[in-house]
């Protein structure tokens, strides 16, 4: 299994160089398979579809929120200022391939892919549950789904804001995540 990891790492990232190279609609999944000196079927085997590649992807920034313990000093943070690191953690995870990232979304929206946009959906979800749950939210019930439909919607306007910027260290999508999640006083 670790074999495999290391091969599906692998396979990403030559996919990243190559879209870094020229963009991520050029890339090639026969190229990425010469450069690693795999056959197409290796590929397939971890990576059915293209699309699979891009939630690899994501997965990999949700890796880095997830793979750290929570330590006293963080756990002792205000729960604004837990999700506003996580969050950031996140962005800056993608940092080195922001311009494939963009690439990557308008890929999953182009009008055709409304099977991507459906799972799209489900991969926001996804993410946003595992910052409450890296950020030790404890928020249960009614007030627990009107939660998550803010941060949902704090979290994707953060990102479309850090798709774009570019202000060193990303201080305008920091910025913005400070100021509107320390507005949010029922988080706890």
């Known amino acids: 299994m670790k074999q495999q990891n290391s091969l599906a790492e692998r396979i990403l990232d030559a996919a990243l160089q190559q879209a870094e190279s020229s963009n991520w609609d050029a890339v090639n999944l026969h190229t990425v398979a010469k450069t690693l000196d795999i056959s197409l079927q290796d590929i397939k085997d971890i990576y059915p579809q293209k699309d699979d590649m891009v939630e690899a992807w994501f997965d990999r920034a949700d890796k880095t929120i997830l793979s750290e313990k929570a330590s006293e000093e963080f756990s002792a943070l205000a ?7 996580l969050m950031m953690s996140w962005f800056r995870a993608m940092n080195d391939h922001r311009r494939v990232t963009r690439q990557m979304l308008c890929y999953k929206l182009e009008p ?5 946009q459906i799972l799209g959906i489900m991969r926001i979800s996804r993410t946003v549950q595992w910052f409450r749950e890296a950020a030790l939210l404890k928020t249960e019930s009614i007030h627990r789904i009107f939660e998550e439909i803010i941060l949902t919607r704090i979290y994707l306007l953060g990102f479309a804001r850090w798709l774009f910027d570019r202000s060193k260290n990303s201080l305008h999508t920091d910025n913005y995540l400070r100021t509107t999640l320390k507005r949010l006083r029922s988080l706890n």
């Open 79 to 85: 729960a604004h200022e837990r999700l506003h690191q």
């Open 112 to 116: 055709g892919h409304i099977h991507l």
